[in-house]
């Protein structure tokens, strides 16, 4: 039977960019937060049973900031911290891949925007 694996990997995301950042990561962001923050939690998981119980997890992290160089500062951090194999709580993870980072400016006019996304192959331990 499968398991769900986005709360044990969303709690790896967490640690491990918290660790790597000196802003806010924020789950859910509350109306007026102040820059620099960090978003998680947007994650597509799915199942892969091929060779086995195995979760293809794919996480975007949204990493804001007021210039473009600030938030591709922080972004580089986010992508050091998340590109290795983490430790994910009831999974072994098989591999990790970093993806892509889009830089983008939301429609406010002044604030930027880095969405990078990261691919980790999970198995139940």
Request: one cysteine or more.
């Amino acid at each position: 039977m499968a398991r769900d694996p986005s709360i044990p990997l969303q709690r790896s995301v967490f640690m491990a960019t918290s660790a790597a950042v000196d802003a806010p990561v924020l789950h859910e962001v509350p109306q007026g937060q102040s820059l620099p923050f960090i978003k998680i939690g947007d994650d597509l998981i799915e199942a892969e049973f091929g060779a086995g119980e195995f979760f293809a997890c794919t996480v975007n992290v949204h990493v804001f900031d007021r210039t473009a160089p600030k938030v591709k500062v922080l972004a580089a951090k986010v992508m050091k911290a998340l590109a290795i194999d983490l430790p994910v709580s009831g999974y072994m993870t098989c591999e990790s891949h970093y993806i892509q980072t889009i830089f983008s400016t939301e429609p406010d006019g002044m604030t930027k925007r880095a969405t990078l996304e990261f691919l980790y192959l999970l198995q139940p331990t």
